[in-house]
């Protein structure tokens, strides 16, 4: 499967974003996807991940304020950021998988395709 990450840009602190991850591939509603963040010379830190049954999961300092959800029928999967913060900004990544597990769900190694990232940059 290919996928695209796009929806990024500039914001000010408080405003929202929606990032879009579009998918190639007639399975990938099979798939697990998840939103990955990652600054320079760091280390990629999972934002969230939706399972083809649809049940979703959050690191702690996004629960509330991000939504991550999919439309299969259109192959995406959706990243919905409200009240940015300055230190949300960072280059964010779809990435896909057909077999990871829940314990391993945050795990950027266990992802086996990933997309292009999109920059998004929130001032204060």
């Known amino acids: 499967v290919q996928l695209q990450a796009y929806g990024g840009g500039l914001v000010q602190a408080g405003d929202s974003l929606r990032l879009s991850c579009a998918a190639s591939g007639r399975t990938f509603s099979s798939y697990t996807v998840g939103w990955f963040r990652q600054a320079p010379g760091k280390e990629r830190e999972f934002v969230a991940a939706?399972?083809?049954?649809?049940?979703?999961y959050y690191a702690d300092s996004k629960k509330g304020r991000f939504t991550i959800s999919r439309d299969n029928a259109k192959n995406a999967v959706y990243l919905q950021m409200n009240s940015l913060k300055p230190e949300d900004t960072d280059v964010y990544y779809c990435?896909?998988?057909?077999?990871?597990?829940?314990?391993?769900?945050?795990?950027?190694?266990?992802?086996?395709?990933w997309g292009q990232g999109t920059q998004v940059t929130v001032s204060s």
């Open positions: 939706i399972r083809r049954s649809g049940a979703t």
């Open positions: 990435a896909a998988d057909q077999s990871i597990i829940l314990s391993t769900i945050a795990s950027s190694q266990d992802y086996d395709f």
